[in-house]
């Protein structure tokens, strides 16, 4: 099991940009990698699934200006946001979960990074 830490949350105003990094303890070559989000009293939303080098899935809210990424050898991935919107104010959260082949299946959060966009 990883241990993971985000980095990169702040104050932003609409419009701006944020890069979001997310380091973890270990190898993630064979975890599925994602990024969520949670608005205060609301449930934690994927916005973003990198199962591979190049494979990475977004949902409507953040298609087209949420860009992820992930290196292997570095043990990281990040996050790239674009245009931000009010409404994409909250605490964000990498998360890796092991592969299905994985015998000893486990997942991980972070403690979160808190990110603000001003109206």
């Known amino acids: 099991q990883v241990h993971l830490v985000e980095s990169g949350g702040g104050l932003v105003q609409a419009g701006g940009s944020l890069r979001l990094s997310c380091v973890a303890s270990g190898s993630i070559a064979l975890y599925y990698m994602r990024w969520y989000r949670q608005a205060p009293e609301q449930q934690r939303e994927l916005i973003a699934t990198?199962?591979?080098?190049?494979?990475?899935n977004y949902p409507e809210s953040v298609r087209g200006r949420f860009t992820g990424y992930r290196d292997n050898d570095k043990n990281e991935i990040w996050i790239q946001m674009d245009n931000l919107k009010h409404e994409d104010t909250g605490n964000y959260y990498c998360n890796a979960a092991s592969a299905p082949f994985v015998i000893s299946a486990n997942t991980s959060w972070g403690p979160g990074t808190q990110v603000t966009v001003s109206s």
């Open positions: 990198i199962i591979g080098n190049t494979s990475v």
